[in-house]
T-cell receptor
Framework: GAVVSQHPSWVICKSGTSVKIECRSL??????MFWYRQFPKQSLMLMAT?????????EQGVEKDKFLINHASLTLSTLTVTSAHPEDSSFYIC???????????FGPGTRLTVL | EDQVTQSPEALRLQEGESSSLNCSYT??????LFWYRQDPGKGPEFLFT???AGEEKEKERLKATLTKKESFLHITAPKPEDSATYLC????????????FGKGTLLTVNP
């Protein structure tokens, strides 16, 4: 149980294009999902908290107009990187909160490379 | 502000050589302390949640313990497949369920 999927697992795009990443909780409903990015050999950095049916809450320093988050259902959240640039290249990971017991389960991650 | 410090940053063990990883934390109203395992290029895999001082949980060769200031992840007779980065995270009372992660401990178990 408690499986979270992400799609795509990797994507390569040209600078200036937009990329959408999907995060799904497969066997539970998640009122809250989280989006992280991770740089090589570093820990996870929280980007935003996504609550179903409401606007996402972004961490300080994260551009909300660049990283658009939609949490339209209890099993799906999407992250759209708009006008991507090479500095946006990173490993993006989502998690979904299963409640109870308030545990975050993580997806397998999406490797984004912007050329 | 919640803080998590993990030590050591890296640990090399021989197969069968038991050891412990440390996670020191400061948090306003601990809601839970979490241990995850992360393999290269993958998302973290949930291991344990600890809620209060004195609590212990076990899974195969892993045992997690919790005090008011730190948590330990004990690895008994590790195998090469236990090699991974182990992440510790805390969830504070006023955090809206956000996790604050430590930088992790990279464990390598040599055969």
């Amino acid at each position: 149980g408690a499986v979270v999927s992400q799609h795509p697992s990797w994507v390569i795009c040209k600078s200036g294009t937009s990329v959408k990443i999907e995060c799904r909780s497969l066997d539970f409903q998640a009122t809250t999902m989280f989006w992280y990015r991770q740089f090589p050999k570093q820990s996870l950095m929280l980007m935003a908290t996504s609550n179903e049916g409401s606007k996402a809450t972004y961490e300080q320093g994260v551009e909300k107009d660049k990283f658009l988050i939609n949490h339209a259902s209890l099993t799906l959240s999407t992250l759209t990187v708009t006008s991507a640039h090479p500095e946006d290249s990173s490993f993006y990971i989502c998690s979904a909160r299963d409640s109870p017991p308030d545990t975050q389960y993580f997806g397998p991650g999406t490797r984004l490379t912007v050329l | 502000e919640d803080q998590v410090t993990q030590s050591p940053e890296a640990l090399r063990l021989q197969e069968g050589e038991s050891s412990s990883l440390n996670c020191s934390y400061t948090v306003s109203g601990l809601r839970g302390l979490f241990w995850y395992r992360q393999d290269p290029g993958k998302g973290p895999e949930f291991l344990f949640t600890l809620y209060s001082a004195g609590e212990e949980k076990e899974k195969e060769r892993l045992k997690a313990t919790l005090t008011k200031k730190e948590s330990f992840l004990h690895i008994t007779a590790p195998k090469p497949e236990d090699s991974a980065t182990y992440l510790c995270a805390v969830q504070g009372g006023g955090s809206n369920y956000k996790l604050t992660f430590g930088k992790g401990t990279l464990l390598t178990v040599n055969p």
